[in-house]
Antibody
Framework: QVHLVESGGGLVKPGGSLRLSCVAS????????MNWIRQAPGKGLEWVSY????????LYADSLRGRFAISRDNAKNSLYLQMNSLSVEDTAVYYC????????????WGQGTRVTVSS | EIVLTQSPGTLSLSPGESATLSCRAS???????LAWYQQKPGQAPRLLIY???RRATGIPDRFSGSGSGTDFSLTISRLEPEDFAVYYC????????FGGGTQVEIK
């Protein structure tokens, strides 16, 4: 069964850092582009970043201003998001999502991990 | 950046009625690189439609997508109780952006 499970969320002070993880199972992880998407409380979806299957191509939302870094370890079926210089505006549920093969839409999502930035 | 504007913000309908949701792009989404997602409270989004009109695996045929260029629509015919949710469009032609969402609520 195909699963994506995020972890690493929590409470962090403004200016702090956090590393999110997403572990995949049930499919060939290295075949797929992977994405991070976030959703602030009561708000819509905001795409954050993607990484190619081999890890050599990445792209980020302009709004992040270089504070986040996406990476993956295909041997561990794991996706990561390193988040630095966090601000209250980064408070959100963070989802990892798989880009489907033969499509570029996101056909599988994790349940999300909550990040709260507060003093 | 391609900005997606969804309308209406809220749609109040009864079960059995049909819903038509609109998604307008600030520039052409050539290649029809547009998808629709459904999200229920406390859950992750679920892919409904990709490439503007192709249904994702397991999606009932009462969900249909149409449109091209800058104007796209999602139609839900014969609303079932489980269809009341928030719907987002997404373009993946240039980077990735989502629309602001349309909430379909029970009238």
């Amino acid at each position: 069964q195909v699963h994506l499970v995020e972890s690493g969320g929590g409470l962090v002070k403004p200016g702090g850092s956090l590393r999110l993880s997403c572990v995949a199972s049930g499919f060939t992880f290295s075949d797929h582009y992977m994405n991070w998407i976030r959703q602030a409380p009561g708000k819509g979806l905001e795409w954050v970043s993607y990484i190619s299957g081999g890890g050599n191509a990445t792209l980020y939302a302009d709004s992040l201003r270089g504070r986040f870094a996406i990476s993956r370890d295909n041997a561990k079926n794991s996706l990561y998001l390193q988040m630095n210089s966090l601000s209250v505006e980064d408070t959100a549920v963070y989802y990892c999502a798989r880009r489907g093969l033969g499509m570029r839409a996101f056909d599988m999502w994790g349940q999300g991990t909550r990040v709260t930035v507060s003093s | 950046e391609i900005v997606l504007t969804q309308s209406p913000g809220t749609l109040s309908l009864s079960p059995g009625e049909s819903a038509t949701l609109s998604c307008r792009a600030s520039q052409s989404v050539s290649g029809n690189f547009l998808a629709w997602y459904q999200q229920k409270p406390g859950q992750a989004p679920r892919l409904l439609i990709y490439a503007a009109f192709r249904r994702a695996t397991g999606i009932p045929d009462r969900f249909s997508g149409s449109g091209s260029g800058t104007d796209f629509s999602l139609t839900i015919s014969r609303l079932e109780p489980e269809d009341f949710a928030v719907y987002y469009c997404q373009q993946y032609r240039t980077s990735v952006t989502f629309g602001g969402g349309t909430q379909v609520e029970i009238k």
